[in-house]
């Protein structure tokens, strides 16, 4: 059933050197796919290793503060390496095993699928490298600890936009050169047939355990999934079990940077034209004559010009919903997280919160949303700490406070719900003087 | 296309291609410089238009596209320049570039506004090289509306089907990629080249041109012993950054000599003819 297209979108636009390598890549997924012993590794590996199924909380501060829907939070936050991305390189590096590939090659952005693939590679034994813009290194300064932690060598990226989109182009360059020997274990559903679909099986467990566990709790599908999308893995991997359950709304949240009135932002299918970039017809955001733009977002994973193919046929029939968030938004969802569910979510994650609390106001209260944090925000917490001083006091747009500047006060009164008086103003984050 | 390399092996040498980008570093010395490498015993050129995301190429390349990109030049300045060209050569062009910038060239004509202008600007030819056979068939049909040849590359890791659909689907010529990697000058020329040309003779009597990581006058002479052509890429760039079209011309001088110096005809290639 795959020939690489949805719709128009997808293919495989590589140099040659790649066609034989990326055919024998989807006979090894296929075969993998018919073989039992594959499946229960997979199972072993999630369940053991990587603590799945994941957590699905009913997140009842953020509901009664959006004073709507039931906000479900799917914690992949708590899954082993604190994000979504470990299910992915599960997969694909027991294909890189059966491959006989000894070593592996990844791109990242926020570094969380950098550090998914220095531990399956550890796990299985395997040489890895890993290419990481160097604005990235800079701002995911944990992360590029953690790999190297594991004995991945990081490789900083100085080329063109130093993010994402040139940490890609990097990798396919080292691929295109160490092919026999090296597997791309590329990271979101994008890049070239198979990647988009491989990586979407790989992820798709994330849907079928909200639907199953939703259905025993509540009775019922939910009205509306949500996910941030900045490749599409983690929302690929949420909406994928619900496409053919038509009442259930599948939206995806994009980087909205500062706003889409500016060329600060990476909100591909939002604002973005049809293109081929990374192997893949896809939406890019790109000029009149197909130079990719450089792309801006306050989280490193979400940072990218470019978007999965399926998502854009997702969007173009009508199936999917997508929208943005800014920086400012993504900070304040940040917040909510934090002060009102005591959870510190990824940058990335984060921009699905504020969208989750309107439509939650839209929906009403008998609505039932699941929003998909797709990781954990340690990550974060240096690069916050220092935005959040800049963006306060004086940009009007955001009404985002910096914790030492306002010592004496509760947090913002938004953050709090009136009608949780337990949980009124004593706060953690009021203090601390700077 | 394919003409102009057999002309050169009728008269005892291997074609030599050479590359170099349009607007790098301006567009005037760019022209300048391919004029001298035509003048200095090119048979080929090879004119690179700018693209964001060059996956192909190594740092020099990449590096003289940012250039030309940062001074403001568009495709349709390319397109200009090869214009120009054309005027004053008496030898065929062709253009390489990525799938993106064909495919966005003067909306909504898209690839066959891209073709069209192509062939309006007297090129001769278009190398994708992120367009493998298997996408490649709305390129193949407006490239032969106007006339364009196509070339594809191939690569020692490819199976043998793919290397004939390749040679199949190659009106100019076949770019056999002499060693596995990205554009860029090397020390010493592959062991992988010549058997991926043998490999390519038994399944196709077109042109074999062998490009990548050619970098001097000794390596063009090591692949004028089996190959149909040889192509020059980051080499003549980086001549072309050091010392403009006089450093070019002396460089494609030498690697011409290099492929009159070790040329041989290939065996079969009377009969295949
Ligand atoms: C936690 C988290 N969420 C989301 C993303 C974005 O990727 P995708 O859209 O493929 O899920 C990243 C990427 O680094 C990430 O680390």
Redesign the interface.
């Known amino acids: 059933m795959h020939d690489g297209h949805f719709g128009r979108f997808g293919g495989r636009f590589v140099p040659e050197v790649l066609t034989t390598t990326l055919d024998e890549l989807e006979t090894a997924f296929d075969k993998a796919q018919a073989d039992e012993t594959f499946a229960a590794q997979m199972d072993a590996l999630r369940r053991d290793y990587g603590g799945r199924p994941t957590k699905l909380y009913l997140a009842e501060h953020l509901t009664a503060h959006a004073g709507g829907a039931r906000i479900y939070l799917k914690r992949e936050d708590l899954a082993h390496t604190g994000s979504h991305k470990l299910c992915n390189v599960l997969g694909q590096g027991l294909l890189a095993q059966r491959m006989d590939k000894r070593r592996l090659i990844a791109e990242t952005g926020a570094g969380q699928h950098g550090v998914a693939t220095a531990t399956i590679a550890a796990l299985l034994g395997m040489e890895c490298r890993v290419y990481m813009g160097e604005e990235d290194c800079r701002r995911q300064r944990l992360n590029v600890v953690r790999m190297q932690l594991m004995g991945a060598e990081v490789t900083p990226v100085t080329t063109g936009t130093r993010t994402l989109k040139d940490a890609i182009n990097e990798t396919m360059r080292d691929w295109v050169t160490n092919v026999e020997t090296t597997h791309y274990l590329l990271g979101s559903v994008v890049g070239p047939h198979p990647f988009p679909m491989i990586v979407r099986e790989f992820v798709k467990v994330i849907g079928e355990e909200v639907r199953g566990e939703l259905l025993e709790r509540e009775g019922r599908l939910p009205d509306a999934v949500m996910a941030c999308v900045g490749g599409g893995s983690n929302a690929m991997g949420m909406f994928h079990r619900f496409i053919t359950d038509e009442t259930v709304r599948l939206i995806g949240v994009e980087a909205g940077g500062h706003g889409l009135d500016t060329d600060q932002h990476s909100a591909t299918l939002v604002a973005g034209t049809e293109g081929i970039l990374h192997g893949a017809r896809s939406y890019v955001l790109q000029d009149d004559y197909g130079q990719v733009h450089p792309t801006h977002s306050i989280s490193a994973g979400l940072d990218y010009p470019g978007v999965g193919p399926e998502h854009a046929w997702l969007r173009d029939t009508g199936r999917a919903e997508y929208r943005a968030a800014t920086d400012a938004q993504a900070l304040e969802g940040f917040r909510l997280l934090c002060e009102l569910e005591g959870i510190i979510p990824a940058l990335e994650s984060a921009h699905a919160v504020v969208p989750a609390v309107e439509l939650a106001r839209e929906l009403g209260p008998d609505g039932i949303i699941v929003v998909n944090l797709s990781g954990r925000g340690d990550k974060d917490v240096d690069e916050v700490s220092h935005v959040l001083e800049m963006v306060t006091p004086s940009d009007g747009e955001s009404d985002v406070h910096a914790p030492d500047r306002s010592p004496a006060h509760p947090p913002r009164s938004s953050a709090r719900t009136s009608d949780s008086p337990q949980r009124a103003a004593s706060s953690s984050t009021g203090g601390e003087e700077g | 296309m394919s003409e102009a390399i057999r002309e050169a092996n009728g008269e005892g040498r291997a074609a030599l291609v050479v590359y170099l980008p349009a607007g790098f570093p301006d567009m005037d010395t760019s022209r300048a410089c391919l004029e001298a490498a035509a003048e200095a015993g090119a048979d080929l050129l090879e004119v690179g238009f700018p ?6 190429d ?2 020099v390349i ?1 590096q003289a596209n ?1 250039v030309a ?1 940062d001074a403001g030049y ?3 300045d390319d397109i200009e320049m090869c214009a120009q060209l054309d005027a004053n050569l008496d030898i065929p062009s062709l253009v390489m570039t990525y ?3 064909c ?3 003067r ?1 909504p004509d898209r690839l066959a506004g891209f073709a069209r202008a192509a062939a309006d600007a007297g090129l001769s030819g278009a190398i994708v ?7 490649s068939a709305p390129w193949l049909r407006v490239a032969a509306d106007v006339g364009l040849a196509s070339v ?4 020692s ?3 043998d089907a ?1 290397l004939a659909s ?1 040679a199949d689907a190659s009106t100019g010529f076949v770019y056999a ?1 002499s060693t ?3 554009t860029g000058t090397r020390e010493s020329l592959s062991q992988r080249a010549e058997p991926l040309v043998s490999r390519l003779r038994a399944v196709t009597d077109r042109p074999v041109c062998v490009g990548i990581g050619v970098s001097t006058a000794d390596h063009a002479a090591a692949v004028a012993g089996f190959a149909d052509g040889v192509i020059v890429g980051s080499a003549a760039v980086r001549a072309a950054a050091d010392g403009g079209p006089v450093a070019v011309k002396r460089l494609v001088a030498a690697l011409a000599q290099g492929c009159r110096r070790g040329y041989r005809a290939p065996a079969s290639s009377e009969s295949a003819r």
Not at chain 2, 152 to 155: D, I, P, T, V
């Open positions: 693209y964001s995301d060059p996956l192909m190594g740092p990449q940012q990109m568009t495709p349709h799938y993106n910038i495919w966005h060239y909306a090289p992120d367009l493998p056979v298997a996408e594809f590359l191939a690569a890791t490819s199976d793919h390749a990629t596995l990697g990205v």
